[in-house]
């Protein structure tokens, strides 16, 4: 599967984003699908994830309550809907899929083989 993520940009401190990934192949309603994000001179860390039942999701402590993962099958898309964005927020956003993943699982970076190439977030105070 091939992932194509867009929708970052600049917004001021407060603001709101939408971030979009598209996926090509097959099979996306089996996927668990992730949100990773990189700021500068720090390691990828996890942001939210949706296993292949919707209802299923997980979030990391700093965007919970904040973030909201979504996925439309019919559309082979998942989202990340970002709102009272923080400047901490910064980053290249990346989204991950794979088969098989288990919940407990579904935070590991290393649980995805399939990446797409990121969108730059900036939150300016």
Do not use: H
Not at 81 to 110: F, H, W
Request: glycine letters at 8%.
């Amino acid at each position: 599967v091939q992932l194509q993520a867009s929708g970052g940009g600049l917004v001021q401190a407060g603001g709101s984003l939408r971030l979009s990934c598209a996926a090509s192949g097959q099979s996306f309603s089996t996927y668990a699908l992730g949100w990773f994000r990189q700021a500068p001179e720090k390691e990828r860390e996890f942001v939210a994830a949706i296993s292949w039942n919707p209802d299923t999701t997980s979030y990391a402590d700093s965007v919970k309550g904040r973030f909201t993962i979504s996925r439309d099958n019919a559309k082979n898309t998942v989202y990340l809907q970002m709102n009272s964005l923080k400047p901490e927020d910064t980053a290249v956003y990346y989204c991950a899929a794979d088969q098989g993943i288990i919940y407990s699982e579904m935070r590991r970076s290393r649980a995805y083989d399939y990446w797409g190439q990121g969108t730059l977030v900036t939150v300016s105070s």
